[in-house]
């Protein structure tokens, strides 16, 4: 670090940070999430714009992480200069008062007859259950044997009519498995016919239509350098976060997704793989290092 970057404030780190990924706090604030005007407090130092104390330092992390600083050494270098958070103190010795709640329990009796009754509800209960029990087993004895004189009677008829459907079963089996065998095949060959393909919509080089994709698509996200990335579908984010040098983010985009939004802080060092096939979205060779690409899936 050189002697004046030392002598920079902790807002003047962060912005300039953030100017070299060439970000706008605009960026920024879809990036994390955080409001525009915080992220403005907190590049002018001035913390009292902030919620509260806690969010000072949890702010200032999440935004030094996404300009590729280190959150935690930099709250740790400036510690002095921040606001401090305090922790609410937590109720102990909790066993202290437990001696008072054992001393108002019932003492157990130990006399024979105090047993006795500290126990007649528990036989009482058992003995009914067995009764139960008992009534039950009686029924399905009584019920088997009635039941198995009567089959044995209806066993025999049984056999001569299964003997003549047998065969009968047999074709209409044969001939089902070989109707089904022939629509498998059919189904196969015409799934086999589709091809999945992206081209961009008229002469744009931002928007995109993918045809013949799967019922639940991956992308898969890889980065050469650092570079911060969120995915959107149907309006809701399904992913987003910074990914390092030669990093990757693989995802499954729901079944029912119709389109999906990719915002690229450094296009340039980023590819997108949707179904293991590339998905060339810069066809115009563009420099542009943060863009917006917007994928409608038919």
Known sequence: MSENEEKR???????????????????????????????????????????????????????????????????????????????????????????????????????????????????VVTAVVVLILLFIWFMAVRTHTSSSSSSTAASSSVKVSSTKTNSSSAASSKKAASSSAAKASSESKAKSSKTQTIKADSSSDTAFTMTNGADKNKVEIKATKAAWTSVTTDGTQTWQGTLTANGSHSLTLPSSAKTVKFSLGNATATTITINGKKFDFNPKNSSSQVRTITLTIK
């Not at 003047?12 to 953030?18: I, P, S, T, V």
């Open 9 to 123: 404030t902790i807002g003047a780190r962060l912005k300039a940070a953030r100017t070299d990924k060439g970000l706008t706090i605009d960026d920024l604030q879809q990036i994390t999430k955080i409001q525009k005007r915080y992220l403005i407090a907190i590049e002018d130092e001035q913390f009292d714009k902030l919620p509260g104390d806690f969010y000072v330092r949890a702010f200032i992390k999440q935004y030094a992480d996404t300009v590729d600083l280190d959150g935690n050494a930099l709250l740790e270098e400036y510690s002095d200069e921040l606001p401090a958070t305090n922790t609410e103190n937590i109720v102990q010795n909790v066993d202290d008062v437990q001696p008072t709640r054992t001393a108002t329990r019932e003492q157990p009796s130990t006399t024979p007859a105090g047993r006795v009754r500290n126990y007649l509800p528990t036989i």
